[in-house]
C-alpha cells in the first residue's frame, strides 16, 4: 500500500492544474461555479480545448485516441478540473456510447463515430428510459421493426437529458416481443434528425429544460446502425449502466456544493458574526465534510481495485448512494445557509449571460433551486431502491 | 379537552373547501402567479367571503373568529396551494391593528383590509439578520412631531403589491435589543421608499424594500413607541400557527397524491406501492402529517395563553416539526414519484416547493430549535 502521491503523480497534478488555470476561459468558470445552465457552445468550447491537449477523452486508452492515463491519473485530472470551476465533460459520448462502441462496435462504427465524440463534433444523447419504463427498463415498448435493409422505430424516450443540442441518441428498442422481455431488445444508433424525430423540453423543478422527451415516429434507420447483435441490446446496456453509476459517484459535485457552502457560510451572518461561527450550523457542515471524505477514500479505494484489475461488484452502487445522499445533503444546507433568502428567485439568472437583478446576488438567488434539482440524483442511473436492492441481494446471498 | 369542531366551524371548513375546489385549482395556478387582475379577482373572493376579516372582531365587522378558524382555513389553502398574502394580512397585520386601541383610524383599517381594498406587508426582516425580528438597524428618527425612516428591509412577502408597510424601526437602542423597536404604518407609495419586487420559489412575490429618509407623522406608530417589538413577536406568532396549519394541509394532499401514485403506477408487473421499501416510506409520510397536525393544533391551543415563554415554546415547537416533517414529506413524495416528481408538469413539485417556502418563513427548523432552546 502507499497511501500518498506518487512524486510522478504529484508533478501530473501540477501539470493539469497549470494547464487549467491557463485555458478555462474565465466566462465558462464563472457560469460553472454560480450553478448555472451552461450552453451547447459552452460544453463544445472547453470540450475542444481539452482535445487539443489530447485530453478530449481521459478514460479512453490510447489507440482510441485517449492520453492513456491510469486510474489514479483520471482521478487527480477529475479533481483539478472541477476545483478549478471547469464544466463536467458530458458522459453520454465519452462514458457511455464510447466504451460501448470499443467493446461492441464493429470497426467501422468505431471509425466513423469514436474520433468525432473526443471534439464534440457529435453531441450524444442517451435513449433508455421511457413512461413505462423507468426502473423497470426490460418493459421498454419502444419498436423497431425490420424493413429491408433498414429498421423503422417508434415509440418515445423520456427523461434524455440534453437531446435539445444532439445530433446523435443511442437507444433501447424492442425487436422482438415474445420470450423474456430482455431478450427482444437491440441496442441502435438514432441520428436526431431523421424525420420523425420530435424533442419536447420537460420543465423541472429548478424552472430550466435540460431533459426531454423524444418522440419516434417511423423514423427509418439503416440496419447498419444497430450494435451488438439483434436481440443483444440488453448485455450492453447493463455494460452501460455499470459505466454510469462510477460516474455518479458525483464527487466532483460533492466538493463543488462543499465549496460554495463554506465561502456561504463565512459570508452570510447570523447574530450578526459569520455563519461559520455558529456552533449549530457549523456541527452540520462538519458532519457533512467527514461524509464527504469518507466517499473520497472509498472512490479511492475502488479506483485502485480497477486499477489493479479486481472486480468492481456493489460498490459502484454504495458510492451512487452515498454520493447523491451527500449531494443532496450539502444542497439542503446551502440552502439554509440563505436564510430568508432562499425565497426570493429569479429562474433567468441561471441562464448564462444574465444581467439582470436578484434580491441577494447570483450565488443566493439558485440555493433553492439546486436544492430542488438535486432531488434528481437519487432517482436517476438508477434509483436508490434499485441500488439497495442490489446491495442487499449480494450480501444476503438470497 | 376537546378536539372536535363544531357545526358552524365545519361550515366555514366546508365552505371554504368548497370554494377551493370549483375556483381556486391547480391548472389555473401559473395564472394566479403571474397575473396581476386575476390575482386581484381572488382577493376580493376571499374578501367577499368574510375570509379575510376571520379574524376581526364581529363589532369591528368581522367574522369574530380565532385560531381555530384560522386553522381550518389555512389547512385548507394549504390543500389548495394558495398564493395570495393572507397570512400577512388576514392575521399578522389585523392581530396588529386589532389590538390598537379604538378609535376612528382602528376602525377604518380593519374594514379597508377586511374587505380587500388595503394590503399590507410585514416587513420585519433586513438583509444580514436572518429570521431575527430583533436585528433592526433600520432607523426611525424624531423629527419634531415627526419620524424619518432609513434602512433596509429584506424578503417582504408580497411587498411589492402592498398599499400599507407594517415597518419594523429603532427609535432607541442598538441591532439586536428588544427595546427600542416601534412599528410604523406606511404608505408604500411615499416618497423615498423603493420597492424591489422578485418572484418567489413557490409561485408568490416578495421585495426588497429601502427606505431614504421617509417621513412619517406621529399618527402612523402603531402600538407604543420602543415598545413593538413583543406586538411584533405575539403578531408574527399568530402567523407562524396559520402557516403550521398550511403546512399541513399541503403535506396532507402529498400523500393523498403520492399514495395515488404507488396505487397506480405499475413497474415489475405490479403497482410499486406493493414494494414493502416504499410501503414504508409511505407510513413515514402519514406519521409525518399526523405529528404536524397534532403540532398546528397545539400552536392555536396556545396562540392566546398569557405566559409568553409557555406560547412562544409551543409556536417554535410547531414550526420546528412542520419544517422537519414537511421537508421529509415532500422529498419522499418526490422520491416515490421518480422522474414525474422532478417536473414543473404534476401537482407535486408545486406542493414541495410551497413546503419549502414555508419553512423559511419566520423561521426555519433551526431557528425555532434555537428559540425554544433559549427558553428552556
Known amino acids: 500500500m502507499n497511501l500518498t502521491e506518487t512524486p510522478a503523480e504529484a508533478l501530473f497534478r501540477t501539470e493539469i492544474r497549470h494547464f487549467v488555470e491557463a485555458n478555462l476561459p474565465r466566462t465558462i468558470r464563472d457560469d460553472v461555479l454560480a450553478f448555472k445552465h451552461l450552453t451547447k457552445d459552452q460544453y463544445v468550447r472547453w470540450q475542444r480545448i481539452l482535445a487539443g491537449q489530447g485530453w478530449g477523452a481521459p478514460g479512453w486508452p490510447a489507440e482510441y485516441g485517449g492520453p492513456g492515463w491510469s486510474a489514479v491519473q483520471r482521478s487527480i485530472f477529475d479533481d483539478e478540473c472541477y476545483k478549478a470551476g471547469a464544466p463536467r465533460q458530458l458522459p453520454f459520448g465519452l462514458s457511455m456510447i464510447g466504451p460501448v462502441l470499443m467493446k461492441f462496435g464493429t470497426a467501422e462504427q468505431q471509425a466513423r463515430y469514436l474520433p468525432r465524440i473526443i471534439r464534440m463534433d457529435d453531441w450524444w444523447c442517451q435513449g433508455y428510459s421511457e413512461p413505462g419504463a423507468g426502473s423497470d427498463l426490460a418493459a421498454l415498448k419502444t419498436v423497431a421493426r425490420r424493413d429491408g435493409g433498414e429498421y423503422v422505430v417508434s415509440g418515445q424516450k423520456t427523461w434524455t437529458t440534453l437531446a435539445q443540442y444532439a445530433d446523435w441518441m443511442f437507444c433501447l428498442v424492442r425487436t422482438r416481443s415474445e420470450g423474456k422481455p430482455q431478450e427482444g431488445i437491440s441496442f441502435v444508433l438514432i441520428d436526431m434528425r431523421a424525420p420523425g424525430v420530435r424533442v419536447r423540453p420537460i420543465r423541472t423543478l429548478d424552472l430550466g429544460a435540460d431533459v426531454n422527451e423524444v418522440f419516434l415516429d417511423d423514423v427509418r434507420i439503416p440496419v447498419a446502425n444497430l450494435v451488438g447483435p439483434e436481440h443483444g441490446g440488453w448485455t450492453i446496456a447493463k455494460y452501460l449502466l455499470g459505466h454510469e453509476r462510477t460516474n455518479i459517484a458525483g464527487i466532483g459535485m460533492c466538493r463543488r456544493l462543499s465549496a460554495s457552502l463554506k465561502e456561504y457560510a463565512k459570508r452570510q451572518t447570523k447574530h450578526g458574526r459569520p455563519l461559520i461561527e455558529d456552533v449549530r450550523f457549523r456541527d452540520r457542515m462538519v458532519k457533512l465534510e467527514i461524509d464527504l471524505l469518507s466517499h473520497e477514500w472509498s472512490l479511492m479505494r475502488l479506483i485502485s481495485l480497477e486499477q489493479a484489475g479486481r472486480p468492481v461488484g456493489v460498490e459502484a452502487s454504495m458510492l451512487k448512494i452515498r454520493g447523491s445522499e451527500i449531494q443532496q445533503d450539502l444542497g439542503e444546507l446551502l440552502m439554509e445557509s440563505a436564510g430568508p433568502y432562499a425565497l426570493p428567485f429569479v429562474a433567468e439568472a441561471l441562464d448564462s449571460g444574465f444581467e439582470g437583478e436578484t434580491a441577494a446576488g447570483i450565488g443566493l438567488n439558485s440555493v433553492a433551486a439546486l436544492y430542488f434539482d438535486l432531488r434528481k440524483v437519487s432517482i436517476y442511473g438508477g434509483t436508490n431502491e434499485v441500488q439497495k436492492n442490489i446491495i442487499a441481494k449480494s450480501v444476503l446471498g438470497l | ?376
Request: aromatic share 6%.
Open chain 2, 1 to 376: 379537552m376537546d378536539f372536535e369542531i363544531n357545526d358552524e366551524q365545519r361550515l366555514l371548513a366546508d365552505s371554504v373547501g368548497r370554494w377551493l375546489d370549483a375556483d381556486y385549482r391547480f391548472e389555473d395556478f401559473r395564472r394566479f402567479a403571474a397575473d396581476a387582475s386575476v390575482a386581484r379577482q381572488n382577493w376580493a373572493c376571499l374578501a367577499e367571503l368574510g375570509l379575510l376579516g376571520v379574524n376581526i372582531p364581529e363589532k369591528d365587522g368581522g367574522l369574530g373568529g380565532g385560531a381555530i378558524e384560522t386553522l381550518l382555513i389555512m389547512q385548507q389553502f394549504g390543500r389548495a396551494l394558495v398564493v395570495d398574502p393572507y397570512v400577512s394580512n388576514a392575521v399578522i397585520a389585523v392581530a396588529l391593528v386589532a389590538a390598537e386601541p379604538a378609535g376612528e383610524r382602528r376602525s377604518r383599517l380593519l374594514e379597508q383590509i377586511g374587505a380587500g381594498s388595503c394590503r399590507v406587508s410585514i416587513a420585519a426582516l433586513e438583509p444580514d439578520g436572518r429570521f431575527d425580528l430583533s436585528l433592526v438597524r433600520t432607523v426611525a428618527k424624531a423629527e419634531g412631531g415627526a419620524f424619518s425612516l432609513s434602512g433596509r428591509k429584506a424578503v417582504v412577502i408580497h411587498g411589492d403589491t402592498a398599499d400599507q408597510l407594517i415597518v419594523s424601526a429603532r427609535t432607541a437602542g442598538g441591532a439586536g435589543e428588544t427595546h427600542g423597536i416601534s412599528l410604523f404604518l406606511v404608505d408604500a407609495h411615499s416618497p423615498g421608499i423603493e420597492i424591489r419586487g422578485f418572484p418567489t420559489i413557490d409561485g408568490q412575490r416578495a421585495a426588497e424594500v429601502h427606505f431614504k429618509e421617509v417621513r412619517v407623522d406621529q399618527g402612523a406608530l402603531l402600538g407604543g413607541l420602543h415598545g413593538g417589538a413583543e406586538p411584533l413577536e405575539w403578531a408574527v406568532d399568530r402567523g407562524i400557527a396559520a402557516l403550521c396549519a398550511e403546512a399541513c394541509g399541503a403535506m396532507e394532499k402529498l400523500l393523498e397524491l403520492t399514495a395515488e401514485h404507488l396505487r397506480t403506477r405499475k413497474q415489475f408487473g405490479q403497482p410499486i406501492g406493493k414494494f414493502q421499501a416504499l410501503q414504508h416510506r409511505v407510513a413515514d409520510m402519514a406519521i409525518a402529517v399526523e405529528q404536524t397536525r397534532s403540532m398546528a393544533v397545539l400552536a392555536a391551543a396556545k396562540i392566546d395563553v398569557a405566559d409568553r415563554a409557555e406560547r412562544r415554546r409551543a409556536i417554535s415547537a410547531a414550526k420546528a416539526m412542520a419544517g422537519r416533517c414537511g421537508r421529509l414529506v415532500a422529498q419522499q413524495a418526490v422520491q416515490l414519484h421518480g422522474g414525474m416528481g422532478m417536473t414543473d408538469e404534476i401537482q407535486v413539485g408545486y406542493y414541495f416547493k410551497r413546503l419549502t417556502a414555508i419553512d423559511v418563513t419566520w423561521g426555519n427548523v433551526e431557528h425555532h430549535v434555537e428559540l425554544y432552546g433559549d427558553l428552556l
